[in-house]
């Protein structure tokens, strides 16, 4: 079982679907399992669909810096979720 800051590392990669199947599997699997993630993923998902909808690319570096920060933010407020202790920097 992944944790969540494992998901969230992998996110991107995900979203843009260039994992191998065995990851993308494991992270298929948390995302199902995890509330939390789900929620992440999902609104994650929608932000990078609006990105890429103005400019077909990546997300710019410093905006995805710092929507990863809220997320990880919002999880290490909200606890722990999958056994996983507050991230650690
Ligand atoms: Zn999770």
Redesign the pocket.
Known sequence: MLT?KQ?LSELNDYLDDTLDPQTRSELTR?VNE?P??WVVCNTTEKTLKVFKGMEAKAVPPDIEHRLMAALEKRIADRGP??GQKKAEA
Request: charge should be neutral; aromatic fraction near 12%.
């Open positions: 969540c998901f948390h995890c939390n993630c979720i999958c």
